[in-house]
């Protein structure tokens, strides 16, 4: 079965300060990753995306991840955060074993302090 | 926007009561995902469908059912509500290939009072 774990539930920043949100996944074949945001009262708005090839990519808002197979993880990192990047982001895994059908881990709230 | 709609944005409700939530997926995605996201539960898959039939079935209750239409859109069904039904309940569409990200709607929330 496919999990994900996301250990920080609460995680707050100054702004201009960089960020490293932590995800680590569970999957048996080849993992489909993904990370999305959420602010409040909103869906869930898509990020960045990894399916093969390079393990650092590029998302929207100059967010970036890396996957590493070795440590099963998939962080999402921000080199300078701003206010407006305050939201829930969550990880998620899927893959060609599953289809499109995502599992989501817990959500990490992120505060940015002024 | 992500050009998933779903109404009504907000539901209000008492206990035993059904409700019906609609989404209309984005031109041209044919499968339709339904997600509860309550506090305790985090975000759970309930329901899948692409083209019309069901494709996966995650945690559904056996008072939840949904259904795609051949316009695609999709309604989801909750009957015999419980306090503990109260949700987002978001929808998505993707293309349907293995590697299309979903795309979700701003969700229902429902309230079961």
């Known amino acids: 079965a496919q999990s994900v774990t996301q250990p920080d539930i609460h995680i707050t920043v100054s702004e201009g300060a960089s960020l490293e949100l932590r995800c680590n996944y569970s999957y048996g074949a080849t993992p489909y990753l993904f990370w999305y945001v959420q602010s409040p009262g909103q869906g869930l708005q898509l990020l960045l995306k990894y399916f093969s090839g390079d393990t650092l990519v590029q998302g929207i808002k100059g967010f970036e991840a890396e996957f590493k197979r070795s440590q099963s993880s998939f962080n999402l990192r921000k080199p300078s955060v701003h206010w407006s990047d305050a939201a829930e982001y969550f990880c998620a895994v899927g893959g060609t074993g599953g289809g499109n059908k995502l599992t989501f881990g817990t959500g990490t709230q992120l505060k940015v302090e002024l | 926007d992500s050009g998933v709609t779903q109404t009504p944005k907000h539901l209000i409700t008492a206990t035993g009561q059904r409700v019906t939530l609609r989404c209309s997926p984005r031109s041209g995605d044919l499968s339709v995902y339904w997600y509860q996201q309550s506090l305790d539960q985090g975000l759970q898959f309930l329901i899948q469908?692409?083209?019309?039939?069901?494709?996966a079935k995650g945690n559904i209750l056996e008072r939840f059912s949904a259904q795609q239409f051949p316009d695609l859109h999709s309604e989801l069904n909750l009957s015999s509500l419980e306090l503990g039904d109260s949700a987002l309940y978001f929808c998505a569409s993707t293309r349907g290939s293995p590697n299309s990200p979903l795309h979700f709607g701003n969700g229902t929330r429902l309230t079961v009072t």
């Open positions: 469908y692409y083209n019309g039939e069901e494709r």
